[in-house]
């Protein structure tokens, strides 16, 4: 790891390395930022005063200007790939202490105008991104198997057409919100067991779940009536976040036939809020495991479909807990479907992808019972209950008060290119609480 | 009728009594303006010029200004009833000869400046606000039942929840488009019937659908935890469009299961450009038809639910044909569910509804065989093709080149406030034209 000129404590989730983005609001306004340790810099001001700097590593510094400027990355995002690889060469090179620019090193007064301390009371981390439409696909085979199986029996687990293509549904953008908003335990209509016929009844859910997901945040736009192909997936691809995709399943029961989840899934979806970048993702590059049967030639590039090996955990804190209880360990690797594919087959039929469209994994559940991302798979259904431990008791749902913590690993030796997001749910019939860990 | 000081021709539909808001763009610029006759009325303009008759009517003019001067309409949305009850009013008496404001009838210079002629060929209607997310019910039981029949036999044709909530699901925002917008025939999966298992394979839809729809445009803006309640409701309401929500049949039959239909309706959802207000349509309100059984207590105002009285048809011009076809003709009154019950039931869980979301009504079928609204139930999965007299031929579904012209109709003997939508089908593999109907 290159050492930076900025403080970065030991463990840190942001090395230099990482260099996710972000948008924080300063007394009202708000700014695109970089993360670096627990400061973050300042790209409009950035692009300000070093002007000649984008200019020579290839990003014009007008449209670094427009980009920056902007109180969401959304435009950051629409300027594609070459000018978010030549930030990130311009960041790295003015934040290493090797780097071979020496604007900021050798200047403290412009580093501290440009490099600013996020513990600071008047800052506070915001949305991303305005997120035009958030779709969810339902990519993990062992996820939709568990799910099947449970719903439908063995035989009849996977649904014909799910290895065909990447299923998915429309999901809700108004309610997707940054980890640190406080979120309703929902009212909703729902069927005690084995009411026939089925007479519902409203009141809040009682059977609150997590989903573990990894959201992708859309690149460069398309348009109406032009499809993204395989090979041009990954241009329109900007970085990832970590996504909870709350759900309340005795809601979801009773109202999925015959149009897919709705008010279920609607009262609230959590993201992180700093976006990890393609670019820092590519030393975790690996190949996906092989289709069978092969996709359709429109969903197949031909070379080796390629993924992530990142490490995704979820772990509870009970309220009388005093350390969180790990309750699932995952890999991002485990998705049969790739980000890549997912994009291609949502927009085969023209439909316009926008820059800051949310489009996430789906419960990223692998093969061992350990890595099942949702409570409904790790207490089965409330036949398992999850021990925490101690007098923190079982849980078949989430209680009131529970912590909800997931993290997202690059490469746990180092811990380096983390990002955990803590979730907490609170007060019965009130609230659930959703915290980012900053530190 | 109230005469007007604008020249409107016989049986325009666009009368005094209309007056829907939408966007023009100017030589690259949006502008509010609100419809009358063949022209608009710059809105921003008017606040400008006429502050004071503005605030005399209880809106203050900073905040008209600011709404008005946008380039979307979702700020006056946002604004709430009573500034658009009395910006109709401001407008009605300002244009009507009789009005009680004479500041255009007595100042031709000003009237030209504020009223423009929509046939200028620098003028193009567009989108009349920003979808942050539209949403699509299945609210007419005629039309659920029919596909249920279809799908899965009479007895068990109705789901169980669907008299109990109203079903619905998140479509897709950034393919919503307004009249006169080229749309590409979608490609996408499909299995050709009786291939047992089942292999998709992929290319252009065979079975193109209209859906005609009524879609509701949100007015206020509600927050995130906070669910609007029945009594509520309309105060969240701006106005409505006509909306044919474009299905590939196909696509859709092979992707639904279990999350719903996704790319088999992204590819573009087409809505006329003009916003008739709900106080427009005041004078059609009649009683909706009881409910049984009756909803819970959160979807049921306790006092009598109501609808409008409102015909709706569509045509269909076979590129060979002269004159349209009239394929279907209904009624908005049909439906089981009402808007103000949609948002109520979208929003308990504490889901956020925001200015300028679409919440569309599902295929608005009546109960009679002429008022089904869509191709798949008039031509009942295509066992009953559509006659379309002479060497017009037969339809199943939707051909390339065929016109399909949608219109709402609100008093048939004056032709008043109706909105007419004309939309074009084209070359093989290529597009389905979409085009609006100005005159
Ligand atoms: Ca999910
Ligand atoms: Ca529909
Ligand atoms: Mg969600
Ligand atoms: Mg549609
Ligand atoms: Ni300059």
Not at 107 to 122: C, F, G, I, Q, R
Not at 137 to 153: D, L, P, Q, T
Not at 166 to 188: E, F, I
Request: hydrophobic residues 35%; charged residues 25%.
């Amino acid at each position: 790891m290159r050492r930076s000129i900025v403080d970065i404590r030991e463990g840190s989730d942001f090395p230099l390395e990482n260099l996710p983005y972000g948008v924080v609001s300063e007394g009202g306004s708000r700014h695109v930022v970089a993360r670096i340790g627990d400061y973050f810099v300042k790209m409009g001001v950035l692009v300000e005063r070093l002007p000649e700097v984008f200019d020579s590593y290839g990003f014009d510094h007008v449209d670094a200007g427009n980009v920056f400027s902007a109180d969401s990355l959304n435009r950051f995002m629409d300027a594609g790939v070459e000018p978010r690889k030549a930030t990130r060469r311009i960041l790295t090179e003015l934040l290493a202490e090797d780097g071979e620019l020496n604007q900021l090193r050798n200047n403290p007064e412009l580093k501290d105008e440009v490099v600013k301390p996020l513990d600071d009371p008047s800052i506070s981390v915001q949305m991303p991104a305005v997120i035009g439409d958030y779709t969810d696909f339902y990519a993990s085979k062992y996820h939709a198997e568990n799910v099947g199986i449970m719903m439908r029996g063995k035989d009849n687990a996977l649904m014909p057409n799910w290895k065909h293509l990447p299923v998915g549904y429309h999901g809700r953008s108004s309610s997707v919100v940054p980890s640190g908003t406080a979120v309703h335990r929902p009212n909703g209509q729902s069927v005690p067991a084995n009411v026939d016929p089925p007479v519902p009844s409203f009141g809040p859910c009682q059977m609150l779940d997590f989903e573990l997901e990894v959201a992708c945040f859309v690149g460069k736009s398309s348009h109406l009536g032009n499809p993204i192909t395989i090979e041009n997936a990954d241009k329109h691809i900007f970085g990832i976040v970590l996504m909870n995709d709350w759900s309340a399943r005795d809601i979801q029961k009773w109202e999925y036939v015959p149009l897919g989840p709705f008010t279920a899934k609607n009262f609230a979806t959590t993201i992180s809020p700093w976006v990890m970048t393609w670019e820092a993702l590519e030393p975790f590059r690996v190949p996906a495991e092989v289709q069978d049967p092969k996709p359709l030639p429109y969903l197949d590039g031909g070379s080796v479909r390629k993924t992530f090996d990142v490490t995704l955990d979820v772990s509870i804190r009970a309220p009388c807990g005093e350390s969180p209880v790990r309750v699932c360990r995952t890999n991002y690797k485990h998705l049969y479907w790739t980000v890549e594919q997912m994009i291609t087959h949502h927009s085969v039929t023209g439909c316009p992808m926008r820059a800051g469209d949310l489009i996430a994994s789906g419960t990223v559940s692998g093969p061992e019972p350990e890595s099942f991302a949702s409570m409904l798979e790790l207490a089965w259904k409330g036949t398992k209950p999850i021990q925490l431990g101690g007098e923190n008791g079982e849980r078949k749902f989430l209680h009131d008060l529970d912590e909800t913590r997931a993290c997202i690993f690059c490469d746990e030796n180092v811990g380096r290119e983390a990002i955990r997001a803590l979730l907490r749910t609170c007060e019965p019939d009130s609230c659930v609480m959703v915290l980012i860990e900053l530190a």
